[in-house]
């Protein structure tokens, strides 16, 4: 069998025995694929040829699974951008170890995404980067949402379908899929109040831990359950690194 060839982000390594590694990556053309990696874990200081390092860019070939094999194998990888800024910053390293959780968690095998892969690459360089930090969070999170299906209404009420009036009580909720006016929201158990004028703004424009906590909000109950890095992503938004 031809290995098949693509791009890949490294989203997770799990130990598999004394020298293999289970690798999830996300792919260009494959969307999500969990492949064995044999002799990944030689106990040798010199870098094995598959050898990989999570959240770095790569050439990918693999043999699909065959038969009831659940997993596919890692014929070859080829660095090609390692994203080692993000090291230098904690929001960035807890940003892009979140934005590798949301894809993990969030699509599935044999169900390919390649503008969310675009947009994963140009987050993780954004992080990587000189640039601020904070807003290319809540962008990410918006374009994973699209990407799956799961965008939020956030232009009339779900209920009424009338546009919530300036200045009044917002709602957001999940299960609804979006905004609830102030005379519909009673009748949803599921729901949270949105900060004033939070609208106005845009999840790249706007304040970006207001924007992250909705949209990681909207996130978790999509995929029910809490992000492991979601908290330590919220609490350095909240002390204001990087948000100029
Ligand atoms: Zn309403």
């Known amino acids: ?52 390092d999570l959240l770095e860019l790569g050439e990918l070939s693999f043999l699909p699974p065959r038969g009831d094999a659940q997993l596919g194998t890692l014929t070859d990888w080829l660095q090609q951008e390692t994203f080692g800024g993000v090291r230098r910053e904690l929001l960035r390293l807890y940003g892009a170890l979140y934005a590798g959780e949301l894809v993990a968690s969030l699509t599935e095998e044999g169900d390919p995404h390649p503008h969310l892969f675009d947009a994963l690459v140009r987050t993780l360089r954004a992080l990587a980067g000189d640039g601020p930090a ?6 990410f999170q918006s374009d994973l949402l699209r990407a799956i299906g799961y965008a939020p209404n956030l232009e009339h009420c779900l209920d009424c379908r009338r546009p919530p009036p300036r200045g009044s009580a917002v709602y957001f909720s999940s299960g609804a899929g979006g905004l609830l006016c102030r005379d519909c929201e009673r009748h949803h158990v599921e729901k949270r109040r949105l900060p004033t004028g939070l609208l106005e703004t845009g999840p790249q424009t706007g304040d970006p831990r207001a924007w992250f906590d909705l949209l990681d909000y909207h996130l978790t109950h999509v995929a ?17 690194d990087s948000a100029a």
Request: proline share 3%; aromatic share 4%.
């Open 1 to 52: 069998m031809t290995p098949q060839t693509d791009q890949a982000v490294v989203l997770r390594l799990t130990d598999y025995s004394e020298t293999s590694q289970i690798v999830t990556v996300f792919a260009a053309a494959h969307g999500l694929l969990r492949l064995i990696a044999k002799g990944a874990r030689r106990a040798t200081r010199k870098r094995a040829s598959t050898g990989l």
């Open 134 to 139: 904070a807003a290319s969070l809540p962008e």
């Open 224 to 240: 029910g359950r809490r992000f492991k890095t979601a908290a330590q992503v919220a609490a350095l938004l909240a002390k204001g």
